[in-house]
């Protein structure tokens, strides 16, 4: 496709569950990012990928959210055993290198932890 | 990256022209300032960025005052589709991945 598709759109979760959360990149995107966006907030960062090297991950909540990109294109992040405090909706972006001409959002993942 | 501050909402008619300010008075000279929106259900959307001069594109204009410690957006023609919350961020442009800080942003409504 032509933008930055997200899948599951929604999910739900039991908690104590592990989730995991698919983002397809723009083709030819270099950097690829994942936000946090809690209900009523403006997203937040999580982590930063160019191409296949995690080069940030000051972003992550705890030990408990893991995110990869092992063949530089399409990336997971994966939330291990799940709490209610992770309910928010996952952004995930992507640019060409530098990123100056902006930064191209999928609609995201809703998840919502029971 | 500098800190913005913008209203927290507006309001604008219909077919009228939307301006939403943006104060970003500790912005460095290697800072450009960028525009988002993002729409209900959706992703932020790009719309312009700028770094001194005033810019268009076929979405929007931005005009930054001469010290550049304020800029805003305008909608020319506001419809009913640009109902949406409007984030002003500032960005070095060697910041490292490129990372964007967004704030509360604008909520702006647009009313028939």
């Known amino acids: 496709g032509a933008g930055v598709s997200q899948s599951p759109r929604y999910k739900v979760a039991k908690r104590g569950q592990d989730v995991a959360l698919r983002c397809d990149p723009i083709?030819?995107?270099?950097?690829l990012f994942w936000y946090q966006q809690a209900l009523g907030q403006g997203p937040e960062f999580l982590t930063y990928f160019q191409n296949e090297a995690q080069l940030d991950k000051s972003g992550l909540p705890s030990d408990r959210f893991f995110a990869e990109r092992p063949e530089g294109s399409v990336s997971t992040l994966k939330i291990q055993r799940t709490q209610q405090e992770d309910s928010a909706v996952y952004l995930c972006?992507?640019?060409?290198?530098?990123?100056?001409?902006?930064?191209?959002f999928g609609s995201g993942t809703q998840l919502s932890v029971l | 990256d500098a800190k913005t501050t913008q209203p927290p909402s507006m309001d604008c008619a219909e077919g009228r022209a939307a301006n939403l300010p943006c104060n970003h008075s500790t912005i460095s000279g290697n800072e450009y300032v960028y525009w988002y929106r993002q729409i209900h259900s959706q992703g932020p959307q790009y719309i312009i960025h700028g770094l001194k001069n005033n810019e268009t594109n076929e979405m929007a204009s931005l005009i930054i005052t001469e010290d550049r410690k304020s800029s805003t957006l305008i909608l020319p023609h506001a419809t009913l589709r640009d109902t949406a919350v409007y984030y002003c961020i500032v960005r070095a442009d060697n910041n490292a991945g490129n990372m964007l800080t967004f704030g509360g942003g604008t909520r702006l409504m647009v009313k028939p």
């Open positions: 972006a992507s640019s060409l290198e530098g990123g100056r001409d902006g930064l191209f």
């Open positions: 083709s030819g995107h270099v950097s």
